[in-house]
């Protein structure tokens, strides 16, 4: 897929994962709608796009508000004129066991990591049927691959993300719009710092939890950013990011069911 002078839309860009993804399709031509709740982050990755050479509109947006979502495509086709490429990479993280979690921080981990998604794609498909070369890229997650303990909603989030992206590429097949879904591994983001826990939990353990989380974050973000986008360029259908992804793949496809047992002794606790 030729980049140069398409446009992008990428959620989540104010940092991390999404912001690599912004600007690997800036360094190729592509001009984007970035968008986040961070304005500042927006900012900050709309500047470094735009020295790039390319155009950048900036969209502050709750991806969890729906009224917000169903207005972003005018928005981005007033500001940009078209949109090739959505990138539905905005996500939130939270700890905790499914008992420990709260019914309401379950809600709203799943309505920013996979309702958003559904939201955004239903939204942006008008526009992208409208374009000559197209493609929905969907950002799950290695535990969109297996589930540990701890990261129910996390998990549940990330394998709706996988099983709906691997269906709608079937009902796409014959159309201009491919779909990509991407598994990252751990790469080096705010996503553990920033991670919600639940209430109950002692803050002594909630810091052993993220320190033990940030120890599997080792991946730079702009080595994903590229990963991710060369495998848009070659119409990939799943990429696995960095090595741990796909070591846990290939566990999880040999012991579909006791990868834990194993998984469990490699991990940090």
């Not at 008008?126 to 374009?131: A, E, F, R, V, Y």
Request: aromatic share 4%; charged share 20%.
């Amino acid at each position: 897929m030729k980049l140069r002078d398409r446009v992008a839309v990428v959620t989540g860009a104010g940092g991390g994962i999404g912001r690599a993804i912004a600007l690997a399709l800036a360094r190729r031509g592509c001009h984007l709608a970035l968008a986040d709740i961070d304005a500042a982050g927006l900012a900050a990755t709309a500047a470094e796009a735009e020295a790039a050479g390319v155009r950048a509109s900036r969209h502050v947006v709750d991806v969890a508000d729906r009224g917000a979502v169903a207005a972003l495509p005018a928005m981005v086709r007033d500001a940009l004129g078209r949109v090739d490429v959505l990138v539905n990479n905005a996500g939130v993280a939270l700890g905790g066991s499914f008992e420990q979690v709260s019914e309401a921080d379950f809600d709203w981990l799943m309505a920013i990591n996979f309702e958003a998604v559904v939201r955004m794609t239903r939204a942006f498909l008008p526009l992208l049927h409208s374009s000559d070369d197209a493609r929905i890229v969907n950002v799950s997650s290695v535990y969109g691959l297996v589930s540990p303990p701890g990261q129910s909603a996390y998990s549940a989030s990330k394998f709706a993300v996988r099983g709906f992206s691997n269906a709608l590429r079937h009902e796409l097949d014959g159309t201009r719009i491919g779909v990509t879904v991407v598994h990252p591994g751990g790469v080096a983001t705010a996503i553990a710092r920033s991670a919600r826990a639940p209430a109950g939990v002692a803050p002594e353990e909630i810091a052993l939890r993220r320190a033990a989380s940030e120890k599997m974050l080792r991946m730079a973000p702009a080595r994903a950013g590229e990963i991710i986008v060369r495998a848009v360029e070659r119409r990939r259908a799943r990429v696995l990011v960095g090595a741990d992804a796909v070591v846990v793949a290939l566990i999880e496809r040999l012991a579909p069911v006791r990868y834990w047992r194993l998984l469990g002794r490699m991990l940090p606790r």
